[in-house]
């Protein structure tokens, strides 16, 4: 079978259906290639100093791994100087990182959660980057936190990579979803799945069931019925998943089935949610409905959320269409 390389899968992508310009397309393999980067640091764990905390708070008030750090660094130095981006935004900074001077503008914003499922990283167990590019607004002379207020709707592309027994790079410009491999030997990503699509259906749900007992009425609903098995109202017998690491558990979805949830709960009603929209639900949730799943904070769609801040929260509901739609009905009700 041919091999087809990143590079030549966007070029060709771009002659066939022209969404992907040149400068989206360097973009793609500059964020590529920094995950190759955090991929051979996530492979030598305490071989290479990279374990254990940083003693560091970010702005979400999480205490930050040494890995959290490294890998922010990693995306921010790959991305400044190929004069394909006006502005970055990390989960990990308070506000927005603006090229320096010394190097061209360019016409995307890009948004990352450089490590996600952190809590991971000493266990050994799959860890992974989000990302999701943005276009500045038209006339934009110096980018303020206001141009990224976009709607998950406006994407260009998002993709994630997973840090596993093998490094996949899953993502989309708005025409399918397709995942590569790194081939560790040849440091190239090759074109491994083409058209990932969801299972309508599944007999597989994800959520962190130690909060359960803080959970609203319509979740408690929804996973009492998965619960109950072949003598419930559901007539089947559900397996329960979870990774603590949203690009592992959203990987299983993509390619065998299931819902993510992380939902709202009462411990603060404060607080809408524990994801963040910009960084996480958007670009996941960009990937999941163009795989023909779906994906909702539970009343509406995702993408059509306006945000009104940079390191804002949502619940998250997404995966196989008939279980979002289902557990969405129940919170409409």
Known sequence: ?????????????????????????????VVARACKTISHSVGKGALGDILGSAHTENIQGEVQKKLDVISNEILLEANEWGGHLAAMASEEMETIHKIPNR????????LF???????????????????????????????????????????????YAVYGPQTLLVFTTG??????????????WVLTQREMKI???????????????HWHAPVKRYVDELLAGTSGPRGSDFNMRWVASMVADVHRILVRGGIFMYPADTRDLSMPGKLRLMYEANPMAFIVEQAGG????GKGRILDILPHK????????????????????Y???
């Not at 500045?136 to 141009?147: W, Y």
């Not at 299972?199 to 359960?212: C, D, K, L, Q, V």
């Open 1 to 29: 079978m041919k091999r087809i390389s990143l590079t030549q899968y966007l070029v060709e992508e771009q002659r066939l259906h022209n969404t992907i310009p040149a400068e989206l397309r360097l973009l793609i393999e």
């Open 103 to 110: 190097y061209p503008k360019g016409e995307y914003m890009l």
């Open 113 to 159: 959660d450089p490590l996600d499922g952190s809590s991971n990283i000493d266990v050994n167990v799959s860890i992974g980057t989000i990302f999701s590019v943005l276009k500045a607004p038209e006339g934009m002379t110096e980018p303020t936190e206001k141009d990224f207020m976009q709607p998950g709707t406006q994407q260009v592309a998002a993709g």
């Open 175 to 188: 025409n399918g979803v397709n995942c590569f491999t790194l081939d560790r030997e040849m440091g190239s």
């Open 199 to 213: 299972p309508a259906t599944t007999r597989e749900f994800a959520i962190n069931a130690s909060n359960a007992r």
């Open 294 to 297: 779906a994906a909702t904070d």
């Open 310 to 329: 940079l390191h804002q929260r949502v619940p998250v509901f997404l995966g196989s269409k008939d279980e979002v739609e289902l557990v969405t009905r």
């Open 331 to 333: 919170h409409q009700e």
